[in-house]
């Protein structure tokens, strides 16, 4: 009989980070870098004065596609991430949001039920969010054709810590005093945000992102039982919504912190990469997490402050580590903005070389 299968359509993926993320392992491996585009840069800073203020910023998109582009024409990454802000969502969902210059982010807090419910619902936060959406459009359609577009949202209970707190703190110890004292509410707000990430994702993604990153920073102070209902649950709904919405879109989850917890979270989250942190080596990286598919990481952010022969061979250990599967060389965590842009340099150079 006739072979009666419908061919498959699905546009072969050919940008480097598309290729590692399905799976393939590359000669040299893709390369982009957490907060690529921010403070470290001249031309970010200049940028950044034009705008006025940070959220200014996030909300202009003719400026947050300049910024955005700007490590892309310098360096060459092969691809480039949304500059937006992770905050963005709890502020489309009604808090209030200011930064305070030099000590960071500033919301109104939610503590009690009544203000869960204050919240919008999730299917309305796209009015103001609508600049973000333009921002992935123009970029997708600026961006060289082998670089990719990564779109990204802050992870639950990340995005929660801040929402509780007003701000960032050092032990997460006001989440984890509304998580253990009533849970109902925390768990009321938790999914007032997990609805809204869905919500926010699938946007940027039907606007042209064509690669979604989790940033779960906080992770690693949720332990036992709450790790798996609070940074692993959320991440596996996020991912399964997306690509029920959207086949194919490959995602990649960073609950940052993990340690031994990230072992499995390819399976138990459904992400397509994980990301790891520094505080991990890449050697048992590839021991232990790489085994179930595509991994992201790991130099320590501090080698682009220092520079010098350490940067370059402990680059080249890492690639070294990990060049045996699917994998994207990057940072453990974000860039400083004391960084030197020629050590970002001399970094992709001892990948590339």
């Known amino acids: 009989m006739p072979d009666t299968t419908p061919p498959d359509t699905t546009p072969p993926k050919t940008k480097p980070i598309l290729r590692a993320l399905a799976g393939e392992t590359l000669p040299v491996p893709p390369i982009w870098m957490m907060r690529q585009a921010g403070r470290y840069l001249p031309e970010y800073r200049a940028t950044r004065a034009r705008a006025g203020d940070f959220l200014s910023l996030c909300y202009n998109s ?210 397509d990469c994980v990301a790891v942190d520094d505080a991990v080596s890449a050697e048992w990286v590839a021991e232990n997490v790489q085994v179930d598919g595509c991994v992201q990481g790991n130099l320590k952010s501090s080698h682009m402050v220092t520079g010098g022969e350490a940067l370059v061979s402990e680059t080249r250990r890492t690639v070294e580590a990990l060049r045996h599967g699917p994998y994207i060389f990057n940072l453990g965590h974000g860039i400083t903005p004391d960084a030197d842009p020629d050590n970002v340099q001399r970094m992709i150079d001892a990948v590339r070389g």
């Open 62 to 271: 003719d400026l947050a596609t300049e910024v955005t582009l700007q490590p892309i024409r310098r360096y060459g990454f092969d691809a480039a991430i949304l500059f937006a802000d992770i905050l963005l969502v709890p502020q489309a969902l009604g808090a209030d949001l200011w930064f305070v210059t030099g000590e960071g982010p500033r919301l109104s807090t939610i503590t009690d039920r009544a203000g869960v419910d204050r919240l919008k619902q999730a299917a309305d936060i796209h009015e103001t969010l609508a600049p973000i959406y333009q921002t992935v459009r123009n970029l997708s359609g600026a961006l060289p054709p082998e670089v990719a577009l990564i779109g990204f949202a802050g992870a639950p209970w990340t995005v929660a810590t801040y929402m509780i707190a007003g701000r960032g703190t050092p032990d997460q110890g006001p989440a984890h005093a509304l998580k253990d004292s009533d849970r109902a509410v925390f768990d009321a707000l938790m999914e007032r945000i997990t609805e809204a990430t869905i919500e926010y994702l699938s946007a940027q993604i039907a606007a042209g992102a064509e690669v979604v990153k989790i940033f779960d920073s906080w992770a690693g102070s949720l332990t036992g039982a709450d790790f798996e209902r609070y940074a692993t649950e959320p991440a596996r709904r996020i991912t399964a919504a997306l690509k029920e919405r959207h086949p194919g879109i490959p995602v990649i989850a960073f609950p940052r912190g993990a340690g031994e917890k990230y072992v499995g979270f390819h399976g138990r989250s459904g992400a």
